[in-house]
């Protein structure tokens, strides 16, 4: 079993930003497709972005032109960076990578917005 360790979240005030961080075992991170979900207090998890092998991304609606998914083949490592944030971001952010043999998550990074 994989364990994923995110890193990087914290308090921010609206408007500011946070990059999260992902490393994996390169066996791993080379073949799966990473992704970054989210969970808020009373509400079920939700998927943020995603982002295949080959570079192609996709964004939950209420973060797109905000949030970019990004990953480092040279570091093994899945990234978040996240801008323009707002209170309704808040939320625990987890880590996934995921193909048709595994599926793997990380503990969770908290990020919180306010003021």
């Known amino acids: 079993q994989v364990q994923l360790v995110e890193s990087g979240g914290g308090l921010v005030q609206p408007g500011g930003s946070l990059r999260l961080s992902c490393p994996a075992p390169?066996?791993?991170?080379?073949?799966?497709?990473m992704a970054w979900y989210r969970q808020a207090p009373g509400k079920q998890r939700e998927l943020v972005a995603t982002?295949?092998?080959?570079?192609?991304?996709n964004y939950l609606d209420s973060v797109k032109d905000r949030f970019t998914i990004s990953r480092d083949t040279a570091k093994n490592t899945l990234y978040l960076q996240m801008n323009s944030l707002k209170p309704e971001d808040t939320a625990v952010y987890y880590c996934?990578?995921?193909?048709?043999?595994?599926?793997?998550w990380g503990q969770g990074t908290q990020v919180t917005v306010s003021s």
């Open positions: 982002i295949i092998n080959g570079g192609s991304t």
């Open positions: 390169r066996n791993i991170f080379i073949i799966a497709t």
């Open positions: 996934n990578a995921r193909n048709h043999n595994f599926n793997y």
